[in-house]
Structures are given as C-alpha cells and as structure tokens.
C-alpha cells in the first residue's frame, strides 16, 4: 500500500491562521472532486474559522469520560473506515485523552493514517516542536506539555509557514478574532507580548530554514549533484596568517556586500600533523576582522590544503573562492609547481575563484628556524649512554670472539645506536653509528686491529649498519621532535584559551589581563607602553615612552628596559621583565600583546564616550530647561499675574461670580507652576543620586488606589489589579508616584469616550502593572527617546501637557527601586507604559 502524504501548516503562535488555511485547502481539494474528510478540526470558538469549515464533511467525534469530565477526540477508527483521500487533523501536537484509542499523540494517529494510504493535512506550532521546547519556555515563561518530535515534522513532504507579523497579530487579538474579550488584555500583556512573537516568529522562520535547506542536500545526495547551486552568494577566503590576510577579507567583504546580503566565511587550514607554522597573532587579528564584517571564522585541519579548502567551500555551498597571490618567489614557483590557488582553480569546478594581488606577491617567505626536540642535557645524556654501552659491548664481544658472529656483533651495536638515539636523539645517534662502525672494523673485521677490511661482504655490512643506525636515528629523533612540538602546541593552545576564557568572563580591565600575562610567562612585571608623540620616527625601542598600565615589582617603563617585547601597533607597546624569552613563547607573547591592545582600545573608545555623553546630555538638559522656563514657566506665572492684576485694580467693581473666576484662574496657574518646580527639583534629585528609596514589599491595589486618588482621573480609569497579586518591593511613595504620573499621561492624551486601562499580572519572580491608553500612541522613532526628560511627542500637546517630564521622573523613580519600564503599542491604537517590579517572596 501506498503511503499518505502529509502536509502541515506552522505557525509562530496561536491565531496566525494555521487552520483556516488548512480550511482553505480542503476546500479547495474538495471543489477538485477530492474526498475530503474533517478528521478534527477546533475552532476555539472562531466565527471566521467555524465559516471556512463550511459544507466539508465531518467525522463523527469519540466522547471519553476521564475524571468525571467529558471529552471529545477524534474516532480513529471512524476515518480509517470512511477511508477518505484527504484527512484535515488540527493541532498535531495535541495530548489523546486516555481511554479514547490506540495512541496516546495525535502525531501518533496521524502515522497511523499515512500508513493506511490516506493523505493529511495538519497544523502545529512552532512552541510545540520538541527540539525548541525549551527555548519557548526561557522566551516566554509558558511550559508547553504538548510536543511533537522535530523527526515527524521534518518527514512531513510539505510543511508551509503561516506567517503574521506581531503587530498585525495583536491587532487581530485586540479585535477579538483569537480569544474572548475577557482574555485580550491577560493575553496581549503576558504570551502576546510584541517581544514574544517577535522571537517566535523568528524561531519559525529558522526551523523552516534549516528544514528547507536539509531538503535541498537531501535532493542533491539523492540526485548525485556535487555542483554548486547558487541559492546564496557564499563567499569563502581562505587566509594563511599572513600579512595580505586584511586585504583578502576586505575584497571578500566588498564581494559578499555587492551580492546583496551575501555571505562571508573566512576559512584557515592547518596541516594535519598540527604543526604547521602559522602567524597566531596575525590569525587572531584577522578572525577579529572577519567577524567585525559580518563573517564567520572556521579552523580546519587537513593534509592536502587545497583539497581540504575545496571541501569545506562545496560543503557550504560557496559560490566564490578568495585566495592571495602566492607569496613564493617565481623561481621557486617555476620549480615546485602551481602551488594552493592554482590547485584550488583546477579542483575549483563551478566555484569562482579570485586570486588577489596582494603587496607581499611574489616576495617569498622567512624560512623557519632550525631547533631540536631535545635539550642539551638530553643529548649529553645520549652521549654517555652510548660510552658506557659501547664498552660494554667490545668488552663482551671480544670476551665471545669465538661464539658470536659478524652479524651478531653488528645487532648488538646496531642496538646501541637506537638506544642512544631514543636518549639523546640524532646527533649523539650519528655519533654513535661512527664509533660503532669503527669499533666492529678494528676488533671483529678481519684483518683483526686495523681499520682494513678484505671481505667485500664484511663491507657491506659495515655500511648497511651505518645506513641504517643513521635512518634510525633520524626517525626517532624526528619523533621527538614531533612529540615536543605537539606537546608545546597543547600547551599553547590551552594558554590561549585560558586567556580567551578571562576575556569571557569579563576580566577586561588592562591590570587583570598584564597580570594574566606576566602569570603565564613566569615573569616579574609586565607593562603596557605607548610612544610619546602622534606619530613614531621609526620603528625601534629608542624614543619617550609614557606607562598606560602595569603590573607587579618594578615594572618597565620602555622597551629597553625589558627582558621581552611584543609590539602591537606602532604606538603601543607590551613589555615583560624577568628573564628572555624563546623564539615559540614569543609567538605567543605576540597573541596576548594583541588582545591587549584590543582591551586598551576598547577602554579609550569606553572613555571618550563616557566623557562625550555628559557634555551632550548637559548641553541637552540645559536648552530642554531653557525653553521650558521660556515658556512652560513663564504661562503660568502670567496668568497668576493677570488674575491678580485684574483683582486690585481700583477703577473695577468685580462681581462676586467674575471675583470667583479670577481667584481660580490664579489658582490654577500656581497649581501648574507648583507641580512643574516640584518635577524639576525631583529631577534634580535622580541626576545628582541623592533620591532616598525605602524598599519593602508592598501591596500593588493599594498603591493603585492611592495614586488615582492623587491623579484625579477616577472615573476615566478601569483597573484590573487583582487582590491576589504577589505584593512587589518598592518605595511605596515613588511607587504611587509613578503610577500617578502615567495615569495623567495616559488620560491626557486618550481621546473622549475612551477610556484607560489598568491591569497587573505575575509573571514568574516579578510583577507586571501596565497602563494602556487608546490614543494617538508613541510614534516609532520616538520610543527610544520617549523616558527622557522635557520630551513630548508632538509640536501640539494635548490640553493641560506639561513639559515633558512626567514620564522621565517615572522611569527615574521605577530604576531606583530597582525595576524596569518601558514602553509598547496598544493593538488597535495606543500606547501601553509596562512597569516590571521583583515580586516578594
């Protein structure tokens, strides 16, 4: 039998529309003349989506009793008997009723009609995929129980995104199209918040990337194609830690730019054996580069370069191939081949391939420094090994003259010499291998005690010994030398990440990353200097230098005076006292000087804006205030002085009624003056950190109560704030403060007839009060700005507006008592002032 195909619809969270397209395509399948079958379908109560069902057929649902309550589910049995063409089963995620069949997963009843024939079509959301289960609950604080496995919906031969953006979400819940009117405003203010649907939106839209992009290898293995398909620009530079690397990365950079949201991947090779030589201080300062353009840094580790490169770029589907001119002198070039980019050209296939001039083309390169794996006291070892051994060995051998062979007496010596070269290397070994063969000749070759010898066989088998204790020697001598390097490569690499690691766990000040250094390099002091002077006259130690940080005894204070010196650019410079460093250290060294100079940066560019934004938010503070005394001050000082003015004037007999007015005209005016000094000194207070906070748990409806008392605005404000609510901790003063100062505002710009809502919910360990305002709403580039002080979000405030500060003194009240604010839009209109306070325990 032919299995079912299966289609399902995903969605970002409830009410996308997942099964009213479901609907859609049943009905269409249907006017096509196909059997269709509503298996289960819930409508939630939706008249839109209860419409769509329309004249579809529908199978008869299973009740269950579980508990005492009845359930409804769908009767499996029954469709499989109907053995429709198209079955529409809604939530595939859903939890069975127990007793109610077979299966305890809807997925599970899905299978089960696939493998019957019939054909599916289905919805889930994205919260209910097992694989993103818990990362819903960390962005949402919603447990899901209900999961199906990302295994069954990657099956699945279709899988379509509904897709809605948050905003038009919340609208369609504010008009009641998702859930009851009851539930609108706990739903908008706890999962429907913009923030969640934004992150879940995103998360769809993921998935169903990685399971688009599966299906496209999927096709590609099934159909054998090893070619690139364009479906991205993928760019690739391969980089070597050479001194052309920036400029690679930046034409790489310039090529993805141009594609139109192309994509950079930056790619270094290392030999397989791990011990190529590589520039880790350049390679550091690179991938920093890379990634500061949008780019990823990927380390392979390959025999053959070129064929490695070749790999990962078709494994990434790339579509283009950077690489730099080659650094070899031509002579070279000529004789040692097309080296890494003519290699990688040929084995490019439909991968384009750029190879870039660079200013180092063509120069060669520094030949790497010739050292042993072993140390001098190995080797003297080695050399004692091989006196004692060897006369031991003539010794015993002269003593058994009669009983032992040439071939004999050459095994034992040929076993000295691997016993020395596993001592003392290749050196003491060749040494060894001389003295041996010399030995052999003058006490066991006939003629006896003279260096001449006339068998042709016995020469021969001189020379073999010597060939083969000197083969020997060099493969355990270059075994050792392998060993030690590898070993200091591990010792290198777990430095660096050591040092990697104090990076992330926030040790960014300059003395904490020195003393890491001096630490790792055993030495006295360590310093981090900078050239006196904009510009160096030249390159070397020599000139004034000024100490930026330094750590332990007598530091240096220039680069003479230290035992070891890391440049970092050609101003700073990091310097070490306390003994000389060899060649690989220093390589090192040369990585954690760059790191540093990365620290140093950040805390000067950290400085100057910290110095920059004082200035500038004074200056702003200074003309906001300015054009708040020029105005705001002044109107209501001169309506006081007109209303007073008019009242002692001698030539006019005021009634009783126009007396009343004057007087209240005045009032009111100082009213407005009063309020306005009282939110500039509170200011005042906030800026310079001398606002007294008395924290303590406090009982939100309280405080509720009594800011509307003091807002005036009683009857314009609907309030649900639960009397079960956990109280929070907070100033009860400021608290009421707050409240009152966003109730004013919500009022003054609500439109007549509508009123403003105040509703509290728990959400995990703290406390949400958000006050919403069916208004003009905050305009989008003004959120940013809109807890500032003198900040008013139009040219034209409503009546009774004063200057901006209101919600300022606000959020400045709210982080003072340790809480957060902020501001969203109201779905259907409006603006929503969110409070977040820590809930008591």
């Known amino acids: 039998m032919t299995r079912g195909t299966l289609r399902i619809y995903l969605g970002a969270a409830p009410g996308v529309g997942k099964t009213y397209a479901m609907l859609d395509e049943g009905n269409r399948r249907r006017d096509r003349g196909t059997d269709v079958l509503i298996g289960f379908v819930e409508a939630h109560g939706r008249a839109n989506t209860t419409a769509r069902i329309g004249a579809l057929p529908i199978a008869p649902r299973q009740p269950v009793t579980y508990r005492g309550a009845a359930f409804e589910e769908m009767d499996l049995a029954a469709v499989l008997a109907r053995k429709p063409e198209l079955v529409l089963v809604d939530e595939l995620a859903h939890t069975n009723v127990p007793g109610s069949g077979p299966h305890e997963k809807r997925w599970q009843d899905v299978e089960t009609l696939l493998e019957s024939g019939i054909n ?12 993103l289960n818990d990362v819903v609950e960390q962005i949402t604080g919603v447990p899901q129980r209900e999961t199906v496995p990302d295994a069954v919906v990657r099956a699945a031969e279709q899988v379509e995104l509904v897709d809605m953006t948050p905003e038009a979400l919340r609208r369609r819940m504010a008009h009641g199209n998702i859930y009851p009117a009851e539930k609108v405003d706990a739903a908008l203010g706890n999962y429907f918040r913009t923030g969640n649907l934004t992150a879940l939106r995103e998360l769809a839209l993921l998935w169903l990337a990685d399971s688009v992009e599966e299906g496209l290898q999927r096709y590609r293995e099934q159909h054998g194609i090893t070619g690139t398909w364009e479906t991205r620009e993928r760019v690739v530079v391969a980089l070597t830690g050479g001194p052309e690397g920036e400029a690679l990365i930046r034409r790489a950079a310039r090529i993805a730019a141009r594609a139109g949201g192309g994509e950079l991947l930056a790619v270094h090779v290392t030999r397989s054996d791990g011990l190529a030589e590589s520039g880790v201080a350049a390679l550091g300062a690179q991938r920093l580069l890379v990634e500061s353009l949008g780019g990823s840094y990927h380390s392979l580790v390959g025999e053959n370069v070129p064929q490695t490169l070749i790999e990962f770029a078709r494994g990434v589907d790339a579509t283009q191939i950077v690489l730099g001119a080659s650094r070899r002198r031509p002579v070279v070039a000529a004789l040692t081949g097309p080296g890494t980019g003519g290699t990688v050209a040929r084995l490019s296939g439909s991968i384009d391939v750029h190879m870039v001039s660079h200013d180092y083309a063509g120069r060669g390169r520094a030949l790497p420094s010739l050292s042993g794996g072993l140390t001098v006291r190995r080797r003297i070892a080695g050399l004692v090994t091989a006196a004692v051994m060897l006369l031991a060995l003539t010794l015993i051998c002269v003593a058994l003259r009669k009983h032992l062979s040439l071939a004999a007496d050459v095994s034992l010596f040929l076993l000295t010499v691997i016993v020395t070269s596993l001592v003392g290397g290749f050196y003491p070994a060749v040494a060894t291998a001389v003295a041996g063969s010399l030995l052999l000749n003058y006490y066991f070759v006939e003629p006896l005690h003279t260096f001449t010898i006339d068998a042709a066989g016995n020469i021969v088998a001189l020379v073999i010994f010597v060939l083969a204790a000197l083969l020997v020697s060099q493969v355990v001598d270059l075994a050792a030398r392998r060993s030690s390097q590898a070993a200091r490569a591990s010792a290198e690499a777990e430095t660096l990440s050591t040092f990697a690691g104090s990076l992330l766990r926030g040790e960014q000040g300059l003395p904490a990353l020195l003393e890491r250094v001096r630490e790792t390099f055993a030495m006295r002091s360590a310093s981090l200097v900078q050239r006196r002077g904009e510009a160096p006259s030249s390159t070397g130690p020599g000139g004034q230098w000024d100490l930026i940080a330094a750590v332990g005894a007598d530091p240096p204070r220039a680069p003479s005076d230290g035992d070891a010196v890391a440049p970092i650019d050609d101003q700073q410079t990091l310097v070490l006292r306390g003994r000389a460093l060899p060649a690989e250290d220093q390589r090192v060294l040369s990585a954690f000087a760059a790191q540093v100079g990365v620290a140093y940066r950040q805390r000067l560019l950290a400085e100057a804006a910290a110095a920059v934004e004082p200035l500038a938010e004074s200056e ?216 977040t306070l820590q809930a008591a325990t």
């Open 620 to 835: 702003r503070q200074r003309t906001a205030l300015l054009n708040a005394v020029s105005h705001d001050l002044r109107t209501p000082l001169a309506a006081a002085k007109a209303a007073v003015t008019s009242l002692r004037a001698p030539d006019v007999d005021w009634a009783a009624g126009d007396r009343r007015e004057l007087l209240g005209t005045a009032d009111g005016a100082l009213d407005r003056l009063t309020e306005l000094v009282t939110n500039l000194l509170d200011l005042s207070r906030l800026q310079a950190g001398v606002l007294p906070v008395l924290r303590a748990p406090v009982g939100l409806d309280d405080v509720v109560s009594r800011a509307l008392d003091h807002a005036a605005a009683d009857n314009d404000i609907d309030v649900d704030v639960p009397p079960d609510l956990p109280e929070v901790i907070a100033d009860a003063g400021l608290l009421e403060r707050v409240i009152a100062n966003l109730v004013q505002n919500a009022v003054r710009y609500s439109p007549a007839g509508q009123r403003v809502r105040i509703a509290g919910s728990a959400h995990g360990d703290h406390v949400e009060l958000r006050v919403i305002d069916r208004g003009p709403g905050i305009p989008a580039d003004a959120v940013a700005t809109v807890f500032e002080a003198f900040q008013r979000h139009d040219d034209s405030p409503a009546p009774g507006a004063g200057v901006g500060l209101g919600l300022a003194i606000a959020r400045g009240f709210t982080t003072a008592m340790g809480g957060t604010i902020s501001a969203d839009e109201t779905p259907g209109g409006g603006a929503t002032l969110v409070v």
């Open 120 to 131: 599916v079509l289905s919805t889930v959301n994205v919260q209910h995929l097992e694989s």
